[in-house]
């Protein structure tokens, strides 16, 4: 089946540098992917919808500044966490929607998820 | 997005069927009811969807009235594999895939 991958599962950084994290479609393309973040014992909170060929479109409350996304080609969406602070640890998942598929629920596949530590 | 409200949590022992009810009073014509399951540190998975009365597939049921307020996912005769965080959504037919999480329900099974 369709499959959604993350890239790193985890990554170390130190505070003020910058650190990308990269979302695949393995066998689909997808003009539309998901950003979400999640601490610790909380759900997934929306960040921002990654639009291939254009901006990204950022919830409500995201700096976009901060958190840069690209989506430059129909597999493949990075997010870019720019001087990132420890305040950024957290656990980051990319999602994207199979639109040739059958079905709704069924046809949204998240990435394994990335874990972000900030020292 | 229409808001949904699930149980915080719910203990099981295995063997036991864990009946989780999600409301969702604001759904729309096009919405479509799914749960998704999430394991510590993974990405959520696809459990299950309907739009009305039962469905049924190899890992659990759904059961939705009428009035499409509310559904309850059936998890039968649960494992300690079954411990996970159960998130109930309403997605719309038209969706591009944004979805809006609720809290879920944390179902712990022990032995």
């Known amino acids: 089946g369709a499959v959604v991958s993350q890239h790193p599962s985890w990554v170390i950084c130190k505070s003020g540098t910058s650190v990308k994290i990269e979302c695949r479609s393995l066998?689909?393309?997808?003009?539309?992917m998901f950003w979400y973040r999640q601490f610790p014992k909380q759900s997934l909170m929306l960040m921002a919808t990654?639009?291939?060929?254009?901006?990204?479109?950022?919830e409500q409350g995201v700096e976009k500044d901060k958190f840069l996304i690209n989506h430059a080609s129909l597999t493949l969406s990075t997010l870019t966490v720019t001087s990132a602070h420890p305040e950024d640890s957290s656990f980051y998942i990319c999602?994207?929607?199979?639109?040739?598929?059958?079905?709704?629920?069924?046809?949204?596949?998240f990435g394994e998820g990335s874990w972000l530590t900030v020292v | 997005l229409a808001k949904t409200t699930q149980p915080i949590s719910m203990d099981s022992y295995e063997g036991q069927e864990v009946n989780i009810t999600c409301s969702h009073n604001?759904?729309?014509?096009?919405?479509?009811i799914t749960w998704y399951q999430q394991f510590p540190s993974q990405g959520p998975r696809f459990i299950i969807q309907?739009?009305?009365t039962k469905v049924t597939n190899e890992v659990a049921s759904l059961f939705i009235p009428a009035d499409r307020k509310s559904s309850t996912l059936s998890l039968p005769r649960v494992s300690l594999s079954d411990t996970a965080v159960y998130y109930c959504?309403?997605?719309?037919?038209?969706?591009?895939?944004?979805?809006?999480f609720g809290a879920g329900t944390q179902v712990v099974v022990t032995p």
């Open positions: 990654s639009n291939e060929g254009s901006k990204a479109t950022y």
């Open positions: 959504l309403v997605v719309p037919s038209d969706s591009w895939g944004k979805l809006q």
């Open positions: 604001n759904i729309a014509t096009n919405d479509y």
């Open positions: 066998d689909f393309q997808a003009t539309t």
């Open positions: 999602s994207a929607r199979d639109q040739k598929g059958t079905g709704i629920g069924n046809t949204i596949y």
């Open positions: 309907g739009y009305k």
